[in-house]
């Protein structure tokens, strides 16, 4: 059977995704200003972190249309779509609509849309998980049921150099970044296991900082021998390496993956930021 794995352009897609067929980016617009940028192949971090630390404003992203999923639903057997927490954008109700659309005027297929309950490398992991299984022949139907359960364990953590993104979308409040910034201190946050962002601990300095993020990577993995942990990095490679031999030191993966951060992905995780699952 034939399959395509559609995941909106939170994904963070490694350049080996980038060149697999299966995979397809279905990108999200980024207002900065009176500026939309599309979220694809033409996306330009470095001119794209230029502008939003430029902005006054406060910058946002958009979620595709259910066109843009619809128009791939013809191209294969089986459609697999991975997007953003539900809590954190309208891309997953837009996915759902858009099965919901095909399947009323053309009937049965094979569409599941998978809520990430997370964002970034989160989908990115989802994403080689759906692929490992189906390039082994599974079924579809047991792809979803082995999907859903690894979602609901998988682990989400992140710590950002700037927290900016965090006040300006209100998901801090003016003082608590003000304080925090002045004293240098870096917060370690988390997904709460339903994809919404919430703080998990927090140090003075993003080494200490680092070191905490390991500490609670290793507390929560669940059989990380078994698994991948997925690095995205916003516009720090050496940082990612560094977080890569922090965890690696404390916890044993299966295998790791580093990639940089796609348009959506830089503008919340920010310069410097970096996003951790497993």
């Known amino acids: 059977m034939s399959y395509l794995i559609l ?4 994904t963070d897609f490694t350049k080996d995704m980038e060149a697999d067929s299966h995979f397809v980016r279905i990108p999200l617009t980024l207002h900065v200003d009176n500026e939309d940028i599309i979220d694809d192949e033409t996306f330009d971090q470095k001119s794209f972190l230029k ?3 430029e902005s006054s404003g406060c910058p946002k992203s958009s979620c595709p249309s259910p066109e843009k999923y619809i128009e791939y639903f013809d191209q294969a057997d089986d459609i697999y779509i991975v997007t ?3 809590h954190l954008s309208g891309s997953y109700n837009s996915a759902e609509l858009a099965r919901t659309m095909y399947l009323d005027e053309h009937g049965s297929k094979n569409i599941h849309v ?5 964002a970034s490398a989160g989908q990115s992991l989802i994403a080689m998980e759906i692929k490992e299984r189906a390039e082994k022949g599974i079924p579809f139907e047991q792809i979803i049921s082995e999907i859903n359960p690894f979602i609901d364990t998988m682990g989400t953590k992140f710590v950002l150099e ?19 910034n002045a004293l240098n201190i870096k917060l370690v946050m988390t997904s709460d296991g339903n994809g919404q962002i919430d703080k998990h601990s927090q140090a003075r300095g993003m080494k200490k900082a680092i070191e905490k993020l390991a500490d609670a990577v290793h507390d929560d993995a669940v059989e990380p021998a078994k698994r991948t942990l997925f690095i995205s990095h916003c516009n720090n490679a050496e940082r990612a390496e560094l977080v890569k031999e922090t965890l690696l030191k404390k916890t044993s993966f299966r295998d790791v993956v580093i990639a940089e ?18």
């Open 51 to 53: 502008k939003v630390a």
């Open 261 to 278: 951060t796609g348009g959506v992905s830089s503008l919340y995780a920010a310069d410097g930021g970096i996003v951790v699952c497993y």
């Open 7 to 10: 995941c909106d352009s939170c």
């Open 84 to 86: 953003l927490s539900c």
């Open 114 to 118: 998978f809520d990430s309950k997370s």
């Open 162 to 180: 700037t927290l900016e993104m965090l006040r300006r979308n209100g998901r801090l409040s003016n003082m608590t970044a003000m304080l925090v």
